[in-house]
């Protein structure tokens, strides 16, 4: 048996390393050169077939620099479902493009960099700028084709609470409602007494713990139930989504505070495709994918059974998550036609309660809120975004006329990692197109 959890213990302690902030930010890790890791380079998953050294498995996607290569090939991995983007043509995309590599700005820590630099340490997959509509700048990294969508991790998050808010707006989903009004196989969980509303915002008291340095915290759980990293052989707990969900208790109150909570986003996916009768995949087709324009299929993760991670499964091309951002910019609207009632755009702007927020602990976000699984500074700008591991943004500033999608294979997850000069360099981009 101690031989047996060998494999398992080497996965988590290279989790552990890779994507939590180790230590604390005050101590960063120390991070290899972005060059020495590129994929193509190191030539992984080169060959037919490749040397054993270069394969990239599922149970090693988070072990770096592997993801550098998985994060676009994700569905080569494990089980995926298509959502579809129509029959429509795709929209165009006007181009204006613009050469902003050299664009200097202060960085985190009092020096200055240019937006090449900022995207090279940052270990940018993709960067996509739009202005007024049309791209300004766009870059591609790391052997990642225009054509290859690429993991959003916990951006996903945002695009289940905007169809849960839509269906909110419909009357479709109360608010204000217990969860096990549309979910009694929750009666005995922690969602036993916790709202709609305090789910979609994260102010749940759940008994689970995200915490990627602990093997036996409920972030390992979670991965197993949703078919994201392997199991050990000794490995006893759920393994689906559903099943793993039940079993969680109540720890605190709800409402209290924010605390952050991927199992609450996977809560929120069960009851929006329970009350609809629609999986995760057919409602973004219908609802979003097919009225943008899309110009690719996006797809989202399975766990064993079959059920569609809601949270941290969804995957989409650069250019098509642009088209998003420009459809939200824009108060809905995509191809002359009202996409998304502007009432759920400015349900999602207005942002929750900054005190409770401030019981995360996300001291590098004093001023934000998270609000329907959303990202919102309360800045001057009125901007809102979508974020997820290892540097996934949505970057959306009304004020500017922007919407900025970086996509990245960073080293560390926890995107608090590099916040303060990610939103150094989005105000400098916004700063340069508006001097024009």
Do not use: C
């Amino acid at each position: 048996m101690q031989n047996s959890s060998k494999p398992y213990r080497a996965v988590a302690v290279a989790v552990a390393l890779i994507i939590s902030a180790s230590a604390s930010l005050a101590q960063a890790p120390q991070l290899p050169p972005p060059e020495a890791t590129d994929p193509v380079k190191l030539e992984l998953m080169k060959g037919f077939p490749s040397p054993p050294e270069k394969i990239v498995k599922l149970g090693t996607v988070l072990k770096f620099p592997n993801g550098r290569w998985a994060f676009h090939h994700m569905r080569e991995l494990g089980p995926t479902v298509q959502v579809w983007r129509g029959d429509g043509k795709p929209s165009v995309l006007r181009e204006m493009q613009k050469e902003m590599g050299a664009l200097s700005f202060e960085d985190d820590k009092g020096g200055r960099t240019t937006l090449a630099d900022w995207q090279r340490t940052t270990f940018t997959d993709g960067l996509l700028v739009l202005h007024k509509g049309a791209i300004v700048y766009q870059k591609h990294y790391s052997g990642m084709a225009a054509h290859q969508p690429h993991s959003l991790w916990s951006m996903s998050k945002s695009f289940t609470g905007l169809l849960a808010t839509m269906l909110i707006k419909e009357g479709v989903i109360d608010p204000n409602a217990l969860v096990t009004k549309y979910l009694p196989e929750l009666k005995d969980s922690a969602w036993a007494d916790a709202t709609v509303q305090q789910t979609l915002d994260m102010t749940t008291g759940v008994a689970y713990s995200e915490n990627f340095r602990d093997p036996s915290s409920g972030i390992f759980q979670y991965l197993h139930a949703a078919g994201l990293l392997p199991a050990p052989p000794t490995y006893t707990g759920p393994r689906t989504i559903p099943d793993l969900l039940v079993t969680i208790k109540k720890e605190g109150e709800h409402g209290a505070g924010f605390k952050y909570k991927t199992v609450d986003t996977e809560v929120m996916g069960w009851l929006l495709q329970r009350i609809t009768g629609k999986s995760f995949s057919t409602l973004m087709s219908e609802r979003l994918w097919s009225r943008i324009g899309a110009q690719d299929d996006a797809y989202v993760w399975a766990d064993p059974i079959g059920t569609q991670i809601t949270s941290v499964g969804f995957s989409a091309t650069l250019r098509d998550l642009g088209r998003v951002g420009e459809t939200l910019r824009t108060a809905g609207r995509s191809n002359g036609q009202q996409v998304i009632p502007e009432s759920v755009i400015a349900e999602l702007r207005k942002g929750a309660d900054i005190e409770k927020f401030k019981a995360s602990g996300q001291t590098m976000r004093l001023g934000y809120s998270y609000h329907n699984q959303w990202w919102v500074p309360h800045d001057r700008d009125g901007t809102f975004e979508m974020k997820g591991l290892n540097g996934q943004h949505m970057h959306i500033n009304p004020a500017a006329e922007l919407v900025i999608i970086k996509l990245s294979s960073h080293p560390v997850g926890d995107t608090s990692f590099t916040h303060n000069l990610d939103r150094r360099a989005f105000a400098a981009i916004a700063a340069a197109l508006r001097a024009h």
